[in-house]
């Protein structure tokens, strides 16, 4: 099994949109949990950390399910700004990240 | 000014050259990382410091070495540039404290 699996997309969605993307991960010892973005060429920046109680941060949503090992994003009313690459990022050993190959959004106005 | 600088940002060098990529911090973390990334792949992880007497090799050292000079300064090295080396490279920190990795802008190396 793949240490992080996403589906690589592309999700083309009109504005308005709720969209969801899912992850899983392999190492049931990892602690934390993150979404990143990032844009075409750009830098990855942190969208949101992911706790276990499950989290928003305005028009984003976090869960994680442990048992499953398994982590969701939710992006409600699509703006045309959201086109990105989403990235899945579990922690690793020794507090490292590993990350996810990305799904890629498309938002169509 | 940006916390995390990475030079060159664009880099064209030819097979056998040595070549190095240099990243500098204001942040004041402790751990650096070096990051590689390939059309349809993921980060890797090549080289990682928890403080400058600590270096540690990632996912995909082999080919690379690196050199923490100071708390703030992070550089990769390939001593032997090869094609497959061509890829976008990002330096990332992380205080000891925190959670969240904070990138450079990247560096993008093309070996022909």
């Known amino acids: 099994r793949k240490e992080v699996e996403q589906d690589p997309g592309p999700f083309n969605v009109p504005e308005g949109a709720t969209v969801a993307f899912n992850c899983t991960y392999s190492n049931s010892a990892s602690q934390s949990f993150f979404w990143y973005r990032q844009d075409c060429r750009k830098e990855p920046k942190l969208l949101m950390s992911?706790?276990?109680s499950g989290n928003e941060d305005g028009r984003f949503t976090a869960q994680l399910n442990r048992a499953s090992q398994y982590i969701s994003l939710l992006i409600r009313d699509s703006k045309l700004s959201d086109s990105a690459t989403y990235l899945c990022?579990?922690?690793?050993?020794?507090?490292?990240?590993?990350f996810g190959k990305g799904t890629k959004l498309s938002v169509k106005p | 000014d940006a916390d995390v600088t990475q030079t060159p940002r664009n880099r064209i060098t030819k097979t056998g050259k040595r070549i190095m990529l240099e990243c500098s911090q204001t942040k004041g973390h402790d751990r650096m990382y070096w990051y590689r990334q390939d059309p349809g792949l993921g980060l890797r992880l090549i080289y990682y410091s928890f403080d400058v007497k600590d270096i540690n090799k990632g996912e995909i050292s082999d080919g690379y070495s690196v050199s923490r000079q100071a708390q703030a300064k992070f550089s990769l090295s390939l001593e032997s540039a090869i094609p497959n080396q061509t890829a976008l490279y990002f330096c990332a920190t992380r205080g000891q404290g925190g959670a969240e990795q904070y990138f450079g802008p990247g560096t993008r190396l093309t070996v022909t």
């Open positions: 990022v579990p922690g690793g050993s020794q507090g490292n990240l590993i």
């Open positions: 992911v706790y276990s």
